[in-house]
């Protein structure tokens, strides 16, 4: 049997990274995380890695001369790990038009908001600034956008206010670590492309 090679980026902590490695990962098996990126090299997400045995690599953008560079590098990288899907897990960085070109149909990412609604950074927050009845989780494929690339799954979650910033981001996370990985799997099973 042939796996389904997904690579993850992050930049942080890396709980949608765990949630892949603990409902997906098998070495050899339909599904296997082939390798971990991090924009930072302090990222917790790396040690999540380390501990499953997946090969890692960190690429800050101090280590190159430009955008460009990095993301050629990096996109190497991933190519020399024969990736067939590329999750931006939490990881914080813009990534160049050409990576994305490279990578198109191939790159995935978690976003805690009902997008096309509060596209961005701040999304939890900005949602309970402008008092929505409701928000949510959103995996799409990336386009050169913020945000912006055709929606693979979504799960709603009601809000009430006054709002606890700290409870929704639990709540979030709860659903990112079903939705994420569920939305891999229809991926790797054919299911949904990118069109
Ligand atoms: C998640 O909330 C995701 O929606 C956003 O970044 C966060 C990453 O969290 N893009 P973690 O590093 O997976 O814990």
Redesign the pocket.
């Known amino acids: 049997m042939t796996s389904f090679r997904v690579a993850v980026l992050?930049s942080?902590?890396?709980?949608?990274?765990q949630a892949l490695l603990d409902q997906l990962h098998s070495p050899g098996g339909p599904i296997e995380i082939v390798g971990v990126a991090s924009s930072r090299p302090e990222a917790q997400?790396l040690r999540r890695a380390e501990a499953a045995g997946v090969e890692s690599a960190t690429f800050p953008l101090a280590d190159h001369e430009s955008r460009e560079t990095r993301d050629q590098a990096l996109g190497d990288w991933l190519d020399s790990l024969g990736a067939h899907l590329v999750v931006l897990?939490?990881f914080m960085e813009l990534l160049t038009p050409e990576f994305v070109a490279r990578f198109e149909g191939r790159i995935i990412n978690?976003?805690?908001s009902l997008l096309p609604e509060f596209p961005g950074l701040r999304a939890i927050e900005r949602a309970v600034e402008a008092r929505v009845p409701e928000t949510g989780v959103t995996v799409h494929f990336v386009d050169e956008g913020m945000d912006t690339g055709p929606i693979v799954l979504q799960q709603a979650l009601e809000l009430s206010y006054p709002a606890d910033i700290a409870e929704i981001e639990e709540r979030?996370?709860g659903v990112?670590h079903r939705l994420l990985p569920r939305a891999v799997q229809l991926i790797a099973a054919k299911r949904v492309h990118d069109e």
């Open positions: 992050i942080g902590t890396g709980t949608n990274l997400g897990a939490g978690v976003h805690p979030v996370h990112e």
